[in-house]
């Protein structure tokens, strides 16, 4: 689903404009960047998490040249689903 097609189902739901609808999903997902680009973790209730985990540093190795490159430590975002949300998905 794109998030046009998710503003028209929105619409379609609630009978908002598509054009608020928009704003509001925006206005959203830069706080959700936002909050975790400041190291803050952000809870959805009924939906899930987003936070980060750092990852360790380690050797990658590209095959096809034979050489070896070293990957630093890094931050990555992880998204961890609600029971419900997860028990969805299993069905």
Do not use: C, W
């Not at 379609?12 to 997902?29: L, N, P, W």
């Not at 909050?35 to 899930?48: P, T």
Request: cysteine-free; glycine content about 4%; aromatic content about 6%.
């Amino acid at each position: 689903m794109t998030k046009a097609e998710l503003v028209n189902e929105i619409a379609i739901q609630t009978g908002y404009d598509k054009r608020s609808i928009t704003k509001v999903i925006e206005a959203a997902m830069h706080n959700v960047k936002k909050a975790i680009g400041e190291g803050e973790d952000v809870f959805l209730r009924n939906f899930g998490s987003f936070s980060t985990k750092m990852r360790a540093e380690k050797v990658a190795r590209n095959i096809s040249k034979h050489t070896s490159v070293i990957v630093p430590a890094h931050k990555i975002v992880i998204f961890k689903p609600s029971p419900d949300f997860a028990d969805r998905v299993r069905k």
